[in-house]
């Protein structure tokens, strides 16, 4: 079989692609969500090619993004369907990511893939790449989980001087989204088994890439305020993606001072409430470094079981 490679066809390959993220990499993803993907991410798209047979069909494909804060970092995805592996497509396909990273001054390859896909793997260790961590998946089915403990926890923290809100709550205001954005970087760079990275490069690009995107729900956006300095020191955002059942923890984090206060439990199961009672969900499910155990001890307290996760991977370029 004759395997042509051709540039994307943002009208008519949309389709098949999203079959292929749902498919082999085992990520539920639609057309459209693609598609707006796709749009929010063109400028600093560096390569995005479609693997076909002689007849049309598509066979696999590959897209490599520019990092959004380091210019001279990509991620990049290399699908190819099961029934069409080991005939040397997902080879050339990353060959050709490899090749436009090194003409467009790239020095540091990520790819990020299922664990339970252990081919995926070895494709990438064959290639030169080292794992940089693995995050691990957890799910909470709400109707099993009993709150009124950790609300009660809440409630005493509040009478400790701790004000529990939302975005929503506030205002959404660009103030408070400015003092979203410092406790998310703060938080998320502390994060056991990270390596320091900050997730964004400014405010504007927390912003543009967090407040104005679609899964954005203020009144998911769960905050730990201090009333006596006015700090923000926790909080937890869950929300719900189009087309999905269940609803996604985002991210809990507390400021490294105001830990081993509970915190977390308290506003994560805010969190939670909000996704019983408001988006209607009777699951949960969130992703945590596997290195994290803080917080997946107080998710397994909660109640969550360890779900499929993710490898993350790497590799430095000459």
Request: with cysteine.
């Amino acid at each position: 079989m004759t395997t042509q490679y051709r540039d994307l066809d943002p009208v008519n390959d949309f389709a098949p692609l999203a079959k292929l993220f749902t498919v082999e990499m085992q990520d539920p993803t639609t057309e459209n969500g693609l598609r707006e993907d796709y749009e929010k991410h063109l400028e600093r798209i560096l390569c995005l090619k479609v693997a076909t047979s002689e007849q049309g069909e598509v066979l696999g494909f590959n897209w490599l993004t520019r990092d959004r804060n380091e210019q001279q970092r990509a991620y990049f995805y290399v699908v190819v369907s099961m029934i069409h592996r080991h005939q040397g497509i997902g080879s050339q396909l990353y060959k050709q990511v490899e090749d436009v990273s090194l003409a467009s001054a790239i020095h540091e390859l990520r790819a990020s893939f299922p664990d339970t896909l252990p081919e995926s793997r070895a494709f990438a260790e064959n290639r030169g790449f080292t794992l940089i961590s693995h995050s691990i998946g957890m799910q909470l089915e709400l109707e099993k989980l009993d709150l009124q403990p950790f609300l009660e926890l809440a409630t005493d923290l509040e009478r400790q001087g701790y004000e529990f809100t939302s975005m929503q709550a506030l205002g959404n205001t660009e103030a408070d989204q400015r003092k979203l954005y410092l406790l998310n970087d703060v938080t998320s760079s502390q994060t056991m088994g990270t390596e320091g990275e900050h997730s964004w490069s400014s405010f504007e690009n927390f912003q543009q890439s967090v407040c104005h995107s679609d899964w954005y729900n203020p009144a998911g956006q769960m905050v730990v305020i201090e009333k006596s300095t006015g700090k923000w020191v926790a909080m937890s955002a869950i929300t719900r993606f189009e087309g999905q059942e269940e609803a996604y923890n985002l991210f809990t984090g507390v400021d490294e001072a105001f830990r081993g206060r509970r915190l977390a439990q308290a506003v994560k199961a805010k969190a939670l409430l909000f996704a019983r009672d408001v988006l209607g969900v009777k699951m949960v499910r969130t992703n945590h470094n596997s290195l994290n155990e803080p917080m997946i001890a107080i998710d397994r307290k909660l109640g969550y079981i360890q779900s499929p996760g993710y490898y993350y991977m790497r590799k430095h370029l000459a």
